[in-house]
Structure formats: structure tokens, C-alpha cells
Nanobody, 129 residues
């Protein structure tokens, strides 16, 4: 039983940067989880932008569209993980969601919406050209 809250969205010019935060609370937040960031533009499917490769791991998988521009990090002491977004493009405009799924240690994580059970409320990112 986990609740996730995203913050940090806003409007930025192309080429700018934003950092999104996702803070977790509730039961068993120190357990092993798969953690990921997704985004959804109007009329489009929700898509993964970045996810940890394994529950409790440190390797990260990135969508090709954001690789070398976006970076995931986490602060376990604060029950928070982040999405640093650099060199933003208009195509990055979307509602961004953090997601988590309770897993056994070293389980492989999903790059699909169906692989996650806990979701944040979403935070809007708008990039102008």
C-alpha cells in the first residue's frame, strides 16, 4: 500500500531543464520496488520514459527519445526519486507520472504501464518552441 506524489512540473522553453520529484508514503515503502517514470500527451498512450532495470537495483533503462537527456536518481532516506530532464523539446510536453511496483529483490522491472500498480497523480510539463 503505497501513495506517490509528483512535484516539479511547469512550463519551460525548448532547451531548458526541469527536475521532477516523486515522494512515496504508506505501508512498506522501504521494501524493494520497481520504479519508473511515464508520460502521456493528450490523445496519446501513456509511455515509459525511464525505469530501473531491477527491483532494488541501480541500472536504468531509458526510452530512446530521452536517452542522454533525462536521468533518474533516488534518495532512499527521503523516500523520493527524481527525473532530471535536460535539453527539453516540444515533443516532451506531456503529463508525467511516477510509478512503482512491489517486487522481490532483483526481480526484473517492466517498461510497460501494466507492470506498475502504484501511480502518482501526474504533473504537467509544457515545453515551448
Amino acid at each position: 500500500q503505497v501513495q506517490l506524489v509528483e512535484t516539479g512540473g511547469g512550463s519551460v522553453q525548448a532547451g531548458g531543464s526541469l527536475r521532477l520529484s516523486c515522494t512515496a508514503s504508506g505501508t512498506d515503502t522501504s521494501a524493494d520496488f520497481c520504479l519508473a517514470w511515464f508520460r502521456q500527451a493528450p490523445g496519446k498512450e501513456r509511455e515509459a520514459v525511464a525505469a530501473y532495470d531491477r527491483a532494488g537495483g541501480s541500472d536504468i533503462n531509458y526510452a530512446r527519445s530521452v536517452k542522454d537527456r533525462f536521468v533518474i536518481s533516488r534518495d532512499d532516506a527521503k523516500n523520493t526519486f527524481y527525473l532530471q530532464m535536460n535539453n527539453l523539446k516540444p515533443e516532451d510536453t506531456a503529463t508525467y507520472y511516477c510509478a512503482a511496483d512491489r517486487r522481490e529483490r532483483r526481480d526484473y522491472c517492466s517498461f510497460r504501464v501494466v507492470g506498475y500498480t502504484y501511480w502518482g497523480q501526474g504533473t504537467q510539463v509544457t515545453v515551448s518552441s
